[in-house]
Nanobody, 115 residues
Framework: QVQLVESGGGLVQHGGSLRLSCAAS????????MGWARHVPGNQREAVAT???????HYADSVKGRFTVVRDATKNTMYLQMNNLIPDDTAVYYC?????????WGQGTQVTVSS
């Protein structure tokens, strides 16, 4: 099993930046990819960014050029650097991990971008 804990959310002004962190623990050697998704009440959860264990990355079109996902394998931690934030980025952001035995989600962290 893998446990995921997000941190770094908060309130930021339009055009500002935030960095989210996702710390993984447990059977971290089984992780093959990690990612970020976001959810706004009334909408479906949206995949935002993904990074594999070979550092291949993929981004949603809505965040390309503004968000960057990186990982520090030595700390079992993934980061999402979010720049030039806009009000439409307001959501609960969830960390996920895909392992050799299944998928896991964190508890989420709120990001609010004021206009």
């Amino acid at each position: 099993q893998v446990q995921l804990v997000e941190s770094g959310g908060g309130l930021v002004q339009h055009g500002g930046s935030l960095r989210l962190s996702c710390a993984a623990s447990g059977s971290t050697s089984t992780i093959r990819a990690m990612g970020w998704a976001r959810h706004v009440p009334g909408n479906q959860r949206e995949a935002v960014a993904t990074i594999t264990d070979t550092d291949y990355t993929h981004y949603a079109d809505s965040v390309k050029g503004r968000f960057t996902v990186v990982r520090d394998a030595t700390k079992n931690t993934m980061y999402l650097q979010m720049n030039n934030l806009i009000p439409d980025d307001t959501a609960v952001y969830y960390c996920s991990a895909i392992t050799t035995t299944g998928g896991y989600w964190g508890q989420g962290t709120q990001v609010t971008v004021s206009s």
